[in-house]
T-cell receptor
């Protein structure tokens, strides 16, 4: 079945770039997403990328997709304390309305 | 515009007791989802509604879980009886059917079964 894998933790210094990586198994994935979850809150869609794109940039966020390797990454430039959260990678195929989530990467920021 | 509303935010019950969670989606969103999020995990879909019809309930443990969305707007998820392993955050999400399937999540109900 479909599976999405990501590392559990990432610690970066304030002001540095954060790179969160994700791999997925479903070759029919059409959309790939990055969601952010702050403590006690639901998930918030940060950005998504269509499977025929290699890169998408949105302000401090850059998403890179390597479809051949089924690898997705999220780069956050100039990481701030407000970026501390759990980041979920997710995918869906065009034939399904459901989204498969990874287990999340907890991003912590050190001064 | 109000987001997805869920209640209660927290619930503590003893095992074998029943419990119910309520969700009001964003106005105009026809699709409603219930997810379960275990500690340290991503959300896992329990059931998806298109209007009042449950179109995907393959992951819903039907022996103890039930859900309804009678008028195609708000929805209730019930567990009866609850077991220790049901402790989790239950998330509700909705969307309006855009092509990229952006789902808007509520804050969730954190259930603790003792």
């Amino acid at each position: 079945g479909e599976d999405v894998e990501q590392s559990l933790f990432l610690s970066v210094r304030e002001g540095d770039s954060s790179v969160i990586n994700c791999t997925y198994t479903d070759s029919s994935s059409t959309y790939l997403y990055w969601y952010k979850q702050e403590p006690g809150a639901g998930l918030q869609l940060l950005t998504y990328i269509f499977s025929n794109m290699d890169m998408k940039q949105d302000q401090r966020l850059t998403v890179l997709l390597n479809k051949k390797d089924k690898h997705l990454s999220l780069r956050i430039a100039d990481t701030q304390t407000g970026d501390s959260a759990i980041y979920f990678c997710a995918e869906s195929s065009s034939s399904a309305s459901k989204i498969i989530f990874g287990s999340g990467t907890r991003l912590s920021i050190r001064p | 515009e109000a987001g997805v509303v869920q209640s209660p935010r927290y619930k503590i019950i003893e095992k074998k007791q029943p419990v119910a969670f309520w969700c009001n989606p964003i106005s105009g969103h026809n699709t409603l989802y219930w997810y379960r999020q275990n500690l340290g995990q991503g959300p896992e879909l329990l059931i998806r509604y298109e209007n009042e019809e449950a179109v995907d309930d393959s992951q819903l443990p039907k022996d103890r879980f039930s859900a309804e969305r009678l008028k195609g707007v708000d929805s209730t998820l019930k567990i009866q009886p609850a077991e220790l392993g049901d402790s989790a955050v239950y998330l509700c999400a909705s969307n309006a059917g855009q092509g990229y399937n952006e789902q808007f999540f509520g804050p969730g109900t954190r259930l603790t079964v003792l």
